[in-house]
């Protein structure tokens, strides 16, 4: 019976992650595909006067231009830090709905941002806070920004209750 209920437990934990992250995915790809069906590449469109504008990037580097242009190699780097994210927080996401929410976020985006490596050899990026943020980014690369910091968040504050 106890063994049963530890494999309830898991089995829920491990679907809020698939749950997350298949949400985060689904939701980075269509708006990815709403700017390749409604943009040229390079062209914007202001959203928010003085703030934001929507312009369709072709981004063929990594996160924040930075690591190359290979692929291969940013395809594999996103692996392993999923995998190193996942060894360091797999404790704490089975005792943390939020801790799971997060790593979902993350993996969603990280996955969002493979596919389209694969599909097209570069990631669609069209937010673009031109007035605050040197960088145009999308929606996986924000969900994997709010899951690291909410996992980040997390272990600050179960470290300062122990």
């Known amino acids: 019976m106890f063994r049963n209920r530890n494999f309830n ?3 829920v934990n491990t679907l809020t992650i698939a ?9 980075d790809q269509y708006t990815k595909h709403l700017v390749v069906t409604s943009f040229l590449p390079g062209e914007s469109r202001m959203v928010i006067p003085h703030l934001l504008k929507w312009t369709y990037e072709r981004n063929f580097h990594g996160a924040f231009g930075m690591f190359g242009s290979s692929a291969v190699l940013l395809i594999g780097m996103a692996i392993v830090v999923l995998v190193l994210f996942w060894f360091s927080f797999r404790d704490a996401a089975s005792r943390s709905r939020l801790v799971r929410v997060a790593f979902g976020a993350i993996v ?6 493979i596919v389209d490596r694969l599909h097209y050899g570069y990631v ?4 673009d806070f031109y007035r605050i943020w040197p960088n145009i980014f999308n929606v996986a690369d924000s969900c994997i ?6 996992l980040l ?3 600050l504050a179960s470290r300062r209750h122990h």
Not at 145 to 150: E, I, K, M, P, S
């Open 9 to 11: 437990v898991s089995l």
């Open 19 to 27: 749950a997350v992250a298949i949400g985060v995915l689904w939701l």
């Open 108 to 113: 969603g985006g990280a996955i969002g941002n």
């Open 124 to 127: 669609i990026d069209f937010v």
């Open 145 to 150: 920004t709010v899951g690291v910091a909410l």
């Open 153 to 155: 968040l997390s272990s």
